[in-house]
């Protein structure tokens, strides 16, 4: 497969089909990999692919630095291939713009990443071309998708609030999951905005509690369960099931999965007069 992806992406270089490839490069120790950006044929051989390959390079996409290197190859695993559909329904990005090369994947991380065990997604569902044997992507049911919710929603409300209060306390405020989000693409994000000032810049409960769940909202519908945002917390807060909470209920109202079907109108964004009207009070 590795070979396969190298010489895929070196066939796209020497014709200028793109002029970089967005991949996976080996890291500082067997169990790490790193992005890496091949303009030159002569360096393809710098890409790998296994187990490790957990990122999702689709962020780079939204990049000005990267952007400037010009047509870009990416390539996605499943997951992050529902990425590229919101970036397009978005207007992020045009299709005609990127060359998608898809991997099929069974999993990544060790021990095996928690978004992997719902996947339903093993071969992506938008490429150019795609590299290793296609396997049939099963759907999964609405309990299943959902299900590492199961432990979270037995709490009370009062548990609930108790729970995240503990968890926002940890927060330092370094955004680095706004920065690594593939979502987040706001050329002035509201955390920067003083004037009024609507998030407190402090790390203290009340500036966390305030960034944490505006920025959960602002992925409500939109977020495709990469976990790159819980990957990177160094405060180890499980923010991907605050996401995944979100990603229900707008599934459950909208009969709204993002990033599955490129035809399908953005639930956050269009008004459907069959759409649940009862949270509105």
Known sequence: MIEALRKKAEELLR???????????????????????????EDVNKLTWNQYCVYNLTTYLKRQETRKLGKPAIIVKGCDAKTVIVLIKESQIKREDVYILGVTCQGVGEPLAVKCKACDVHTPRIYDDLVGEKVENKELSFDERYAELDEYEKMSEKGKWEFWQKQFEKC?????CSNICPLCFCDRCIV??????WIDPSAHARGNLSWNVTRAYHLAGRCINCE???????????????NKKLAKEAEKNFNYRPGYN???????STYNAKDNQDFVK
Do not use: H, W
Request: hydrophobic letters at 30%; glycine letters at 4%.
């Open 228 to 242: 790159e945002c819980q990957r990177v917390c160094p405060a180890d807060i499980p923010l991907n099931l605050l």
């Open 192 to 197: 920067e905005k003083n004037q009024p000032q």
């Open 262 to 268: 490129i035809d399908d109108e953005l639930a956050m």
């Open 172 to 176: 330092i405020k370094c955004y680095a």
């Open 15 to 41: 014709s200028n089909t793109v002029n970089v490839v967005f991949g996976y490069g080996e890291g500082s120790t067997p169990e790490r990999t790193r992005p890496v950006f091949i303009t030159k044929p």
